[in-house]
Nanobody, 120 residues
Framework: QVQLVESAGGLVQAGGSLRLSCTASGRTFSSYNMGWFRQAPGKERDFVAAITWSGGRPYYADSVKGRFTISRGNAKNTVYLQMNSLKPEDTAVYYC?????????????WGQGTQVTVSS
């Protein structure tokens, strides 16, 4: 069993930056691949980024490529999403997920979600 807790999101102006973190607990966390999804109002939950259990081979949705960076902490129980050059269309609830799958990444365990709002 894996429990995931995201940090608070926030309100940021377009062009700004924000970093989300997700801390996991559970004995087998280190063997899970990690990722982020987001869900805007009235839309489906979409994949954003994923990284392997070892912290390598990150990949991203085209909509965030070059602007967002996913990474894992040294202890491997924390995953980060650094978001730069934010746009109003990045506004969504962001969810951290853990999975034994990688490509495609599908969440087996989910965080509670955190709101990110980008103002124009």
């Amino acid at each position: 069993q894996v429990q995931l807790v995201e940090s608070a999101g926030g309100l940021v102006q377009a062009g700004g930056s924000l970093r989300l973190s997700c801390t996991a607990s559970g004995r087998t966390f280190s063997s899970y691949n990690m990722g982020w999804f987001r869900q805007a109002p009235g839309k489906e939950r979409d994949f954003v980024a994923a990284i392997t259990w070892s912290g390598g081979r990150p990949y991203y949705a085209d909509s965030v490529k070059g602007r967002f960076t996913i990474s894992r902490g040294n202890a491997k129980n924390t995953v980060y999403l650094q978001m730069n050059s934010l746009k109003p269309e990045d506004t969504a609830v962001y969810y951290c997920a853990a999975s034994t799958n990688y490509r495609p990444f599908r969440g087996d365990y989910w965080g509670q979600g955190t709101q990110v709002t980008v103002s124009s």
